[in-house]
């Protein structure tokens, strides 16, 4: 039976052109009686690719009854082959629904075959199964991630970003994708590339990037002058404005991104140390070489204070050593999730869950505030499965809270050369017997997505935000600010002064750009440093400052007490001319406790790099004034290169 399933699989992926009844009657039949249809038109047994002898894969029901998990919580079968195969990215619509990108062509990037495609999988009946299976598109050449929103689809597929629209949702593209950007790096690596995508609080559509595939982004047809080189880290995308970004420059191949409560940015990183806290303008190692960071001299690490892995390889990870498996199985991690529903027990919120491919489990960090960063310690893994064909890759939570966990499904090294083509599953991880949830918060007013902003479970707000983001793009600008100032007059009158809250509101304006950098006067003086500290990052979205918000700046850079608001002035600095930088960086450099910082340190010295050739003498002057041992070190060796 495993055997004509799989030929079952190979055959529903031969071109179309080859089998029109087949494909016709395909579409049209439910999922359960696709197999009978098989039988009567075509038995393709050549097709069908090995797997490893070696490793007996357990059938989908009983991966998920065996996954080994708290007490309490179960893993259950959301879909399986043959209704998903190759699932390498996955996101949740506004309706809950669960978007799939299935990648057939890998690992052949320079293939011209347009065969990987979009599925979108729906548990009508609410019984945690998909149940309606939709094709939604399958002409993609190289997909490596997606997200929703704006009416369509954000699809990333090397070279190339695309938006696939579907304004009316009738689950049918409304016409050919729009190339968003083009010129990544595709040529040199099957797997250490540009992925995709996360939406960050501030309204930017957020990717990793990996290390070996260098990448010139630009808009179609931008000269190669005008392209913004990427060739690590985490990138960003504005989808109004249509602006594209390097977050931060390094790691090596980080394939999931996810933000905390207080809005920081976290990935976990496939290969080298596992986790890391991603600040806007960071370098981070390895460096491999990279003339992104070649000033750089030293790059920031990574937060965990432990590894997942005993051994120095994959091949060690392997062979499940006692001393390995107790450290979390092996090097390789995939997807990112810092958990923040509303199903889960509370002492699982806030921490970071990403899959160890080797290991077959999820590995569980728990994380907390160390001067102006975070610290990663390892906590007992969450989940483990005694599949030996289990790979995860994507991690994400939807509407109910329960997590939603994808399985390349094969066996071999985590970047396997020679996939099989015709496995996947994806598993949904729930805490006691949640109730069905249905939603669709498209259709909510604007009032009623204004009061999600406050929902305990984050998938509801972050939905909303970019919904009220729509909104505006759409030419509701008014109504939704009115909406954001009623919650804005609501935690003022409280007695509950919530942090959390007001950052939802903050993030929300920022994400619909309201209101100008000189608004921003007022949460720049709130008590909170995390307030503080996002209002620098927003007031400078736009790349513009005024004199007086520069003013005000400098007097932080002085007076602030909170390390986590220096960080963000010095990142801040680097969206700056050079000759506003100055001003700024001279008082930051004279706090004399940020020198044994993990990244204040490094950040003030990204933000003075750039200007050392253009003015040699005051960079000289700074390092004769600066409390900070390494300022002083790394402006005396970048002066003696200048020409």
Known sequence: MPGL????????????HRHPPYNAMMQRLPLMTK???????????????????TAQRLSPDDAAKTMVLPKGFRATLFAAEPDVQQPISMCIDDRGRVWVAEAYNYPNRKTNELKDRILILEDADGDGRADKRTIFYDKL??????????????????????????????????????????????????????????????????????????SLVGKPGTPKDQRVLCDGGVYRYHPVRHVFEVFADGT?????????????????NCVTPHLHHMIQGGHYEPWRGRKSSQYAYKRLDSIADHKHYAGKSWQTSKKGLPDTLALGGGHAHAGCLIYQGDNWP?????????????????????????GSG????????????????????????????????????????????????????????????????????????????????????????RHARRLLQERVADGRRDAVIAHLLIKENQLRKSEEKNVKKALEILWTEGAIEHPDSDGMMEPLKNKSEYIRAWSIQ????????????????????????SPLVRLYLASACQRLSHERRWPILEKLVQHEADKDDANLPLMYWYAIEPCVPGNKAKALQLATKTKIPLIRQFIARRAAEVE
């Open 35 to 53: 197999f009978g249809a098989f039988l009567v038109f075509f038995t393709p047994i050549g097709l069908v690719q090995a797997a490893d002898p």
């Open 346 to 370: 509370a002492k699982y919120r806030g921490g970071v869950f990403m899959v160890n491919v080797h290991g077959k489990r999820l590995n569980h960090d728990i994380l907390k505030r160390r």
């Open 252 to 268: 090596t191949n980080p394939w999931g991104v996810d933000f905390n409560e207080y809005g920081a940015a976290f990935v976990s």
């Open 538 to 561: 927003l007031s400078l979205n736009n790349m513009k400052l005024s004199d007086t918000l520069l003013h005000w700046y400098v007097e932080l850079a002085e007076k602030d007490p």
């Open 374 to 461: 975070y610290v990663a310690s390892h906590s007992k893994d969450f989940m483990f499965s005694k599949d030996p064909w289990f790979m995860g890759v994507t991690i994400d939570m939807g509407p109910d809270g329960a997590v939603y966990v994808t399985d390349w499904s094969d066996t071999g090294e985590c970047h396997t050369n020679k996939p099989h083509r015709m496995s996947g599953r994806i598993f949904k991880v729930t805490y006691g017997q949640p109730k069905p949830l249905k939603v669709d918060l498209r259709k909510q007013p604007i009032r009623e997505l204004a009061d999600l902003l406050w929902h305990e479970n984050q998938w509801h707000v």
């Open 141 to 214: 050449r190289y997909v490596t991630g997606i997200e929703y929103g704006f009416g369509g689809v954000f699809v990333m597929s090397p070279p190339k970003m695309l938006f696939i629209p579907d304004k009316n949702r009738d689950d049918k593209p409304d016409g050919e994708p729009a190339v968003l950007l083009d010129g990544f790096g595709h040529t040199t690596s099957n797997h250490n590339i540009a992925t995709g995508f996360t939406w960050g609080p501030d309204g930017w559509l957020y990717g990793g990037h990996g290390r070996t595939s260098p």
């Open 5 to 16: 399933r799989a030929s079952l699989v190979a055959f529903r992926h031969l071109p179309k």
